[in-house]
């Protein structure tokens, strides 16, 4: 199965495409409910393309990466980055809660940076995601080709799965 395509669903189970390796693209209708997470795709090797109802009330597509979309009250959320798609950099939206912990059901080893569009809750030097203080450490992208990396001095936190896949 290269493509799926999911409408009027209310729930997608853990693992419910886990290891799907021909699956390249997915398509979430408008009445898919609030529980799509990068766990559901966990292992689609050559997923290279989301997409979104325009119609959709709860997520959206940014630059290649889906988010649940925020309102006046809580930011947009990174839910996931296909593991497959093209391109070196990940764009965070601007003000958008980002945890690692979405990119486990990533690992795209293309990723070799991160822009943020806004540097109001998190922080990137060389590529590596930091909250605003450098205290913790969010995500190395599993594609930098770094022989070795030190953490910076200051560090405290290092988050679930910030070096995921990591090829260093």
């Not at 979104?52 to 990466?65: L, P």
């Not at 990940?90 to 990533?106: H, R």
């Amino acid at each position: 199965m290269e493509s799926v395509t999911i409408n009027g669903v209310k729930s997608i189970g853990v693992g419910a495409f886990y290891a799907c390796t021909s699956l390249k693209k997915v398509r979430l209708g408008a009445g898919v409910g609030d529980a799509v997470d990068s766990m559901e795709f966990q292992g689609c090797s050559a997923l290279e393309t989301i997409e979104v109802d325009s119609a959709s009330e709860i997520y959206e597509v940014y630059k290649g990466a889906l988010y649940e979309k925020g309102n006046s009250v809580n930011p947009a959320k990174f839910i996931m980055y296909p593991q497959n798609r093209e391109g070196d950099t990940l764009t965070i939206m601007e003000d958008a809660i980002f945890e690692p912990f979405s990119m486990k059901g990533c690992g795209n080893t293309n990723l070799k940076n991160v822009v943020l569009e806004s540097e109001t809750v998190y922080k990137v030097v060389d590529g590596v995601v930091f909250d605003q203080d450098m205290k913790t450490l969010y995500y190395y992208p599993a594609g930098k080709t770094d022989v070795s990396y030190t953490i910076p001095s200051g560090v405290e936190h290092i988050k679930d799965y910030a070096f995921y896949n990591a090829i260093i």
